[in-house]
Structures are given as structure tokens and as C-alpha cells.
């Protein structure tokens, strides 16, 4: 069992930056963060496999950026030029292997964290 404990969330008004950080308990192959607004639907934020190669939504590209620190196990969620529509909450998922062709498939994970809440206002 792998615990994911995401942090950094916070308020920001649009064009500002926040941080986001996911502590894994231990090492896992392929990490990623999601969202969900009030209403909607998980949807996929960033992929990262333990490789160092990265998939990003197209809504974010550009503006968003995930690394990580293996020694650490901890991904991280660089946001710029946040906008109003990236208000949600942010979820760290991972899983050894996807369980679903797509990074962005939110049942492609074994493991989640509890989120952190970002509000961007206008």
C-alpha cells in the first residue's frame, strides 16, 4: 500500500502561480495529478512515468509543469497563469502499472490522496 499526501493548495488570483507537492510513502513507477471542479468530472491534469517523461492536458500545456524528486518520492505541480477555470480541487494519483491504456483514465490507478483545494479568482 502507497500513501500519497498532496499539500501546497491555496488561493490565488488569475495570472498568479502556486505549487503543489505529492509525498509518496515509497517510490512508484507512474504518478500523476487530476482535478475535479463542483459538478464535474475527474479529469487528468499531467502524467509523469518514472522515466522522466511527461503528458500534460491540453488545456494546461504551456501553463503547467510536473517534475519530481525520486529521492524524495515526491511529484510536484509548478501552475502559471492560473485562471479562474483551474479552480478545483487536485488530486496525486500513482499506480506501478496503469490499469488503463490512457495516463488520463482516473480507474488507471491503484492509489490516491486525499486533494488539495486550488481557488483562482478573477
Known amino acids: 500500500q502507497v500513501q500519497l499526501v498532496e499539500s501546497g493548495g491555496g488561493s490565488v488570483q488569475a495570472g498568479g502561480s502556486l505549487r503543489l507537492s505529492c509525498e509518496a510513502s515509497a517510490y512508484i513507477y507512474n504518478m500523476a495529478w487530476f482535478r475535479q471542479a463542483p459538478g464535474k468530472e475527474r479529469e487528468g491534469v499531467g502524467f509523469?512515468?518514472?522515466?522522466?517523461?511527461?503528458r500534460y492536458a491540453a488545456s494546461v500545456k504551456g501553463r503547467f509543469t510536473i517534475s519530481r524528486d525520486n529521492a524524495k518520492s515526491t511529484l510536484y505541480l509548478q501552475m502559471n497563469s492560473l485562471k479562474p477555470e483551474d479552480t478545483a480541487r487536485y488530486y496525486c494519483a500513482a499506480s506501478r502499472l496503469l490499469l488503463r491504456p490512457h495516463w488520463s483514465a482516473p480507474d488507471g490507478y491503484n492509489y490516491w490522496g486525499q486533494g488539495t483545494q486550488v481557488t483562482v479568482s478573477s
Open positions: 509523469m512515468e518514472g522515466d522522466g517523461s511527461t
